[in-house]
């Protein structure tokens, strides 16, 4: 069974994902089309993983009045 990783969310970047701001629901969503199954703990890794995406400059996130966060790939990323 393929784990949900860095690199799974980097090829969703490539792909064109994240060309528009994205939410942990619609990024879940995604993944679910894909085969896998995120519930529970397993989204706050996804969280984690894209936090490290921003830090890696691929990804930027920004909070909404909700204190929800957005993701979508950096230009340059």
Same mark, same amino acid.
């Given at each position: 069974?393929?784990?949900?990783?860095?690199?799974?969310?980097?090829? +969703?970047?490539?792909? !064109? @994902?994240?060309?528009?701001? =994205?939410? $942990?629901?619609?990024?879940?969503?995604? +993944?679910?089309?894909? !085969? @896998?199954?995120?519930?529970? =703990?397993? $989204?706050?890794?996804?969280?984690?993983? +894209?936090?490290?995406?921003?830090?890696?400059?691929?990804?930027?996130?920004?909070?909404?009045?909700?204190?929800?966060?957005?993701?979508?790939?950096?230009?340059?990323?």
């Amino acid at each position: 069974m393929t784990k949900i990783s860095k690199e799974t969310l980097k090829k +969703l970047a490539n792909e !064109g @994902f994240f060309n528009d701001w =994205k939410s $942990i629901e619609q990024v879940t969503r995604r +993944l679910s089309q894909k !085969g @896998f199954s995120i519930i529970g =703990k397993k $989204i706050g890794l996804l969280a984690q993983l +894209l936090t490290y995406l921003c830090q890696e400059d691929i990804l930027e996130r920004d909070e909404d009045k909700k204190g929800n966060w957005k993701y979508r790939k950096l230009k340059n990323g």
